[in-house]
């Protein structure tokens, strides 16, 4: 309690230290309502409503409604000024010195032995801790996560049950599964989520967490995504290695981002240079300063008269201001069938020739058909395709050039499936909500890591610039 010189008192609050006197005689009246015997009856007094009484009185916490004069406090705008302004000022002294009682049933007043009222301190304290108070802590639990080293992964044998559910694990239908942050051993149910971890932990692909800590990593996940991901570190393997077999020869799968920006990095380059010497040969100029986009893969393809073809690739979308939004990985799956015969190893640039083109593109899966004519004699080829694609998305109109090794000839009608990797996009960005649509149209900020492949594009196109 505060000591006398900080108590604040009111003279507005009425004296409830006099008991009211409850044996007042009443006129009988037939028709008056009968009164229980656990009513304390009242006397009548002008302009007073009895029943706003009885209901202030039900609402009550054992607080007497009436003073101890037996009548209520006049309301007026006087009187509810001066009360507003004694709580206001504090500074406003009761004008009568009779005493008060401890128990009034006011959780919010106190009386001293003067027969102040005053207010209790708990009413001006704040309910509530600090805006920055809560940042701090909130900054403290984070940097507590930021720092977490790996932990020790508990053994298969440790625990019959799942650590979260309690569920007994079975060995097809409920089989256990750890945390890789806090190296507990829960169910699948249990571990559905998928977070990047700190740098300490040394891994940069999203991780299988339990639930528990997926909340508690979840709010540093944006920073984590500028931090660990695969899209945030520089690219490691420089494309003008000529010393290396993939140098010179891409394969036809990639099992990372990382791969496919090399392998399209490459094409790309090897596209400019034969619009450097052979401009006749190279893709128009007219065609590409209208793209939409540019999908690259490297797929092979062999047969007789029925023949299969396998890729990967990515595909990047031209903004409006020339730049190229982020790569999204894709797969292609095709057949072809005609007059053609032999195996070759073909690097394609597909042309999206409109927002259409693109939008199919945005698809998990979409279909083309187009008809080619495809030569192929040692490590020099070409394949020329016009095709039609349609997705879920939309459709649109493609021109595909390639440049092609291997021994091949043919003129076939070929039918492709182009299916969007979300996993590679999974493993790259590290954002599991990450949606095609995002990363080519443009909310995705360009990744670090597909520098060379922004510098081929660029180069690609300020060279077809120069003829």
């Given at each position: 309690m505060a000591s006398s010189k900080e108590i604040v008192t009111y003279s507005s609050f009425p004296k409830l230290n006099n008991p009211i006197n409850t044996?007042?005689?009443f006129k009988t009246d037939p028709w008056a309502p009968q009164v229980s015997h656990n009513t304390i009856p009242y006397p009548a007094i002008d302009g007073y409503d009895s029943a706003a009484e009885e209901e202030e009185e039900s609402g009550t916490d054992g607080w007497d409604p009436l003073p101890a004069s037996g009548r209520r406090p006049e309301v007026n705008l006087r009187n509810v000024l001066l009360g507003l302004i004694a709580i206001v000022t504090g500074?406003?002294?009761?004008?009568?010195?009779?005493?008060?009682s401890d128990n009034s049933g006011i959780s919010f007043l106190g009386s001293n032995s003067n027969g102040d009222s005053y207010l209790l301190p708990s009413v001006y304290l704040p309910s509530a801790p600090p805006l920055l108070g809560e940042i701090m802590n909130s900054v403290?639990?984070?940097k507590t996560v930021l720092e977490a080293e790996p932990p020790e992964w508990l053994p298969d044998s440790s625990t019959n049950f799942c650590m979260q559910c309690s569920a007994p694990f079975a060995p097809l239908t409920r089989g256990r599964h750890h945390c890789r942050f806090c190296g507990g051993v829960f169910c699948r149910v249990c571990t559905k989520g998928r977070c990047l971890l700190p740098r300490k932990f040394r891994v940069r692909d999203p991780q299988r967490v339990c639930d528990g800590c997926y909340d508690r990593l979840d709010p540093v996940q944006g920073?984590?995504?500028n931090q660990?991901?695969?899209?945030?570190?520089?690219a490691k393997h420089d494309v003008l290695d000529w010393t290396c077999m993939r140098g010179w020869l891409n394969l036809p799968i990639g099992m990372k981002m990382e791969d496919e920006i090399y392998k399209a990095t490459n094409s790309i380059r090897s596209f400019t240079q034969v619009a450097r010497f052979n401009p006749e040969k190279s893709i128009p100029h007219a065609v590409l300063n209208g793209a939409s986009g540019l999908a690259i893969l490297t797929v092979a393809k062999a047969g007789a008269i029925l023949t299969y073809k396998l890729g990967t690739g990515l595909v990047v979308a031209r903004r409006s201001d020339g730049t190229w939004s982020a790569p999204s990985a894709i797969l292609s799956l095709g057949l072809g069938w005609g007059a053609q015969i032999g195996g070759e190893l073909m690097d394609f640039i597909i042309v999206l020739h409109g927002s259409e083109a693109l939008k199919t593109f945005t698809s998990r899966m979409h279909f083309s058909l187009g008809a080619g004519l495809s030569a192929a004699a040692g490590p020099v080829g070409r394949v020329l395709e016009a095709d039609l694609r349609a997705g879920e998305r939309g459709s649109g109109v493609c021109y595909t050039y390639s440049c092609s090794k291997g021994a091949f000839v043919g003129v076939s009608l070929e039918g492709n499936f182009v299916v969007t990797r979300l996993d590679a996009n999974l493993r790259f960005y590290g954002d599991p909500y990450l949606t095609t649509t995002d990363i080519l149209l443009?909310?995705?900020e360009r990744p670090k890591a597909a520098g060379p492949l922004y510098s081929a594009l660029d180069d690609l196109y300020s060279k077809i610039d120069c003829f």
């Open positions: 044996n007042l005689n500074k406003t002294k009761t004008g009568s010195s009779s005493p008060k403290g639990a984070h920073l984590l995504l660990v991901s695969n899209a945030s570190q520089t443009g909310i995705v």
